[in-house]
């Protein structure tokens, strides 16, 4: 069963020569300090923070040509060797800035479409991170290999980064199989059998990726009355564990199907419950 994902707004797209904006002072960039927090640190990430939307739409536009402008010029050609992210939406998750200002690390959520051996193209939200560094003052984006190894599943071989793939695709093509991926988010049991008015039963979900997941619940057509359903947390990280809890209430008799997706994986897991 896969999602279905709204088209985002589209945000505006600024001239690069004409927003002031996008401009930063070299001695600004010195006023940042990590541990004390200032208005000038704050204004450093808004600028940046509009750069990079600015980049990603117009990677969502596909105007790879204009996006050049943006790249760091010890990175133009890897910028043209590697695949693009064939994404349709993204927003920003975080911004780690370093280097007394003058480097930062970004990371957007981004649904994007993925090839994957043995499955073709699939959808997928994606965590995805760049580097950015000043130059002349302008926030620019440019190639970290060492960051280019982690993916979300997994990281990757030296060979593998080095060896860009032919499609679209935010992950190089060197992955394993679409069955071996998924068999490693399983679920301990897939029916549970309460006992009305008596103690909770739990499933178990486990992460074996190298990468975390994200659980959401998949409210059922009809409510159930008499039902308590609670998820342990939300988000596994890798190699983690997460309980679902279900508990029935006394003299309510309960049939459903009660479904949990994980993604970026876009599975879902169907688990039956009643009552005896």
């Known amino acids: 069963m896969g999602r279905t994902f709204n088209r985002m707004p589209v945000f505006r797209?600024?001239?690069?020569?004409?927003?002031?904006?996008?401009?930063?002072?070299?001695?600004?960039?010195a006023l940042v300090c990590a541990q004390q927090p200032s208005p000038a640190a704050a204004e450093i990430e808004g600028v940046l923070r509009d750069r990079v939307r600015v980049f990603y739409q117009l990677m969502v536009d596909k105007a790879y040509r204009r996006a050049?402008?943006?790249?760091?010029?010890?990175?133009?050609?890897?910028?043209?060797?590697?695949?693009?992210?064939?994404?349709?939406?993204f927003r920003i998750i975080s911004v780690e800035i370093s280097d007394a200002g003058r480097r930062?690390?970004?990371?957007?959520?981004?649904?994007?479409?993925?090839l994957i051996p043995g499955?073709?193209?699939?959808?997928?939200?994606?965590?995805?991170?760049s580097s950015w560094k000043l130059e002349s003052g302008v926030w620019m984006w440019f190639l970290?290999?060492?960051?280019?190894?982690?993916?979300?599943?997994?990281?990757?071989?030296?060979?593998?980064?080095?060896?860009?793939?032919?499609?679209?695709?935010t992950i190089p093509s060197q992955l394993p199989d679409a069955k071996s991926v998924l068999n490693k988010v399983t679920i301990d049991r897939t029916a549970v059998i309460l006992q009305s008015g008596g103690p909770d039963q739990t499933v178990?979900?486990?992460?074996?990726?190298?990468?975390?997941?994200?659980?959401s619940m998949q409210a059922p057509a009809i409510p159930?009355?008499?039902?308590?359903?609670?998820?342990?947390?939300?988000?596994?990280?890798?190699?983690?564990?997460?309980?679902?809890?279900?508990?029935?209430?006394?003299?309510?008799?309960?049939?459903?199907?009660?479904?949990?997706?994980v993604e970026p994986l876009n599975i879902v897991f169907e688990i039956r419950v009643q009552t005896h």
Not at 148 to 166: A, H
């Open 204 to 215: 178990v979900i486990s992460n074996n990726l190298e990468g975390s997941v994200d659980l």
């Open 68 to 89: 050049e402008a943006m790249v760091a010029e010890e990175s133009k050609d890897a910028y043209y060797d590697r695949p693009k992210p064939d994404i349709t939406m």
């Open 119 to 129: 499955a073709g193209s699939q959808q997928f939200e994606l965590p995805l991170i």
């Open 13 to 29: 797209v600024y001239h690069l020569d004409m927003d002031r904006r996008l401009l930063l002072l070299p001695g600004y960039a």
């Open 144 to 169: 970290d290999r060492d960051l280019l190894r982690q993916t979300p599943l997994g990281k990757l071989s030296q060979e593998q980064v080095s060896r860009p793939s032919s499609g679209r695709s």
């Open 224 to 261: 159930v009355k008499g039902l308590t359903v609670e998820l342990e947390k939300s988000t596994i990280s890798a190699g983690g564990k997460g309980e679902i809890r279900f508990k029935a209430a006394e003299g309510v008799p309960i049939s459903t199907v009660v479904r949990v997706s």
């Open 104 to 114: 930062a690390k970004v990371t957007i959520r981004a649904n994007a479409r993925v």
